[in-house]
C-alpha cells in the first residue's frame, strides 16, 4: 500500500477530506458483486458458498469464487473449514471487514434514495 503525507495532498482545501487513502482500496472493492458479497456475508453473519451463491443475483460461482479469496487476502473475509464429512466451509467478516460494512451502509442508503 502506497504511503502518502496527508499535508501535503494538493486535492484537498484546508477544510476538506484527502481521497488519496480510497485509492488503496478500489482494486478490490470496486471488482462485481465485491460489495454484494461483504454485505450479504455482514447481513448473515457466516455463510456457506452455495448459499452465498443463491443469494447473488446473477453471480457465477467462478466469479463469486475469486472475489472470496481476493476479499480473504485483504482480510475483509475470513474462510473457516470444518474437519467433518461432509467438508464444511463458511465465510464470515473479520474486524476490517465488519468496519468496512459500516462505512457502506450509508452508501446503500444514499443509493436507495437516489433511485426514489
Known sequence: MKTYDKDCC???????????????????????????????????????????????????AKIISQRLKELEEEDILIRRSFNELPPRVEYSLTKKGQKLTKVLLPLINWAEDKNK
Not at 16 to 27: A, M, R, V
Open 10 to 60: 494538493r486535492m484537498k482545501s484546508t477544510t476538506g477530506y484527502c481521497p488519496k487513502p480510497l485509492e488503496s482500496i478500489t482494486s478490490y472493492i470496486s471488482k462485481k458483486w465485491t460489495m454484494s458479497i461483504i454485505i450479504t456475508i455482514g447481513n448473515f453473519g457466516s455463510l456457506r458458498f452455495n448459499d452465498l451463491l443463491g443469494r447473488i443475483e446473477g453471480a457465477t
